[in-house]
């Protein structure tokens, strides 16, 4: 092999490499999960993963300070039904499922719903307040460019830490009741969300 041709062969591949890093980092849904004993039943319709009442875990300290830089802790929020969105300015099908998730957070505001974002590798503020300005985002996000608070309150397996977007939806103990690992659109949310809402305390 000549040495052009082995240095076209190298840049091919660090840019296949670099490709597939980007796919990852930013996921529409094919994301799996390599983690044990969460207990999830996924639907292989809806690919939506639900926990049974009886076999949930509870999601481990989620608090810190929001992008507009006030403070919020998730185990305030106990006695709702809380539904956490991990997002990025820079991920296009965070982009795309936004808008359903503002349109639904208003639509279940009156039965004890909260939404709450998390923006993650988000590493300069500025992108992800214009990205909830566009968006009309009227609920909070944790700031979390590195990722820190992900890993600390979800248990091993319950989300992929390169899949974005992902949505967990907690009950009202504040344990894991469901969760998507893919964008989602208006229906598929309410998918999500509606059978934990209407459970009995």
């Known amino acids: ?55 949930r875990q509870e999601a481990g300290s989620l608090a810190g300070e929001t992008l507009e830089g006030t403070q919020l802790d998730v185990a305030n929020l106990k006695g709702n039904v809380v539904v956490l969105n991990l997002w990025g300015s820079w991920c296009p099908p965070c982009r795309a499922e936004t808008p359903h998730f503002v349109k639904v957070s208003k639509e279940v505001e009156g039965k004890g719903v909260k939404f709450v974002g998390i923006n993650t590798r988000d590493f300069n503020k500025q992108p992800a ?63 999500l969300i509606d059978p934990v809402i209407a459970e009995k305390e």
């Open 129 to 191: 307040l214009a990205f909830e300005e566009d968006f009309g985002v009227p609920y909070p996000s944790l700031y979390d460019p590195r990722g820190s608070l992900i890993l600390k309150a979800f248990p091993k397996g319950t989300v992929a830490p390169k899949g974005i977007p992902t949505t967990v939806v907690l009950d009202r103990e504040g344990r894991i009741a469901a969760r998507s690992l893919q964008a989602l659109d208006e229906e598929r949310l309410h998918s």
């Open 1 to 55: 092999m000549s040495p052009k041709h082995a240095f076209r062969q190298a840049l091919f591949t660090a840019g296949a490499l670099t490709a597939l890093l980007v796919i990852s980092a930013c996921s529409s849904g094919d994301a799996k999960s390599n983690g044990t004993g969460t207990n999830f039943v996924t639907s292989s319709e809806t690919g939506i993963s639900t926990v049974p009442k009886g076999k």
